[in-house]
């Protein structure tokens, strides 16, 4: 009996092996990608407040401070809806930026600007363009959904002491900004810890370095800091997470177009 259960065993590893050793490194990649968006599932309504710093290439820094209103998509189908506002300094204060993440089609963001005292729906052709000039493109701001992707496992290796999973993440909806991107994700904790940014042009341009997780309960990992380096300018945008709060309760009409003058 031992040994037919050791033949079974070494049975069952060996399919395993197989299973793992067949997948392509497109497939691979997706499925590393998949267990990270899965991670996150479950949280339903957050609001976090951040302090914003952007510094330029002589290295003079303005901080900024603002709130996220996160409302967790209803299905696979359906991408998260969040809402941005700015408090301080007085000329960005009520500035407010609404995004619904889609999963193939370009989102849906608007723009309220308090001196304008109207809502702008941003293009997909601004999309690329920098948000309240800062290094983050109005793109950058929208759920990271699975389906937005396609992906391709390049190799594991070793950051800051941390083994990741380094994958190609090619933007499937129309007119990003970017050419592809490079993503590096912890294997413990399957979250991202660092991406790289290619432009239209084929160059690195940006890295988003995603550091000081903090767990929030089973799977729900959130970064208090972020860091966005643009190489062809020199400067950088930081967002330090001052507070988390989740299961607050938010309603789908604090997230429509009509809401942004009322914030």
Known sequence: MRKLFSF?????LLTFSLFVNAETSQEKGFRIA?????????????????????????GDSTKRE????????PNENVGDKSVTLFFTPPDVEGTAL???AKILDSDDQWLYLPELARVKRISSSNKSGPFVGS???FEDLTAAELGKYSYEWLEEITLDGLKVDKIKQIPLYKRSGYTYLIAYIDKDI??????????RGGAHFKTLTISEFENYGGTIYRPMLQQMDNHLTGKSTTLLVEVYKFGVELNDNEFKSSALSQL
């Open 8 to 12: 079974i065993l070494m049975m069952g």
């Open 98 to 100: 609404l995004s619904h």
């Open 66 to 73: 603002l709130e996220i209103k996160t409302l967790e998509k």
């Open 190 to 199: 399957n979250q991202f810890r660092k991406v790289e940014f290619f432009n």
């Open 34 to 58: 998949a267990k990270s968006d899965r991670m996150d599932n479950g949280f339903g309504t957050s609001i976090a407040r951040l302090t914003m710093t952007l510094t330029n290439s002589a």
């Open 135 to 137: 290094e983050f493109a």
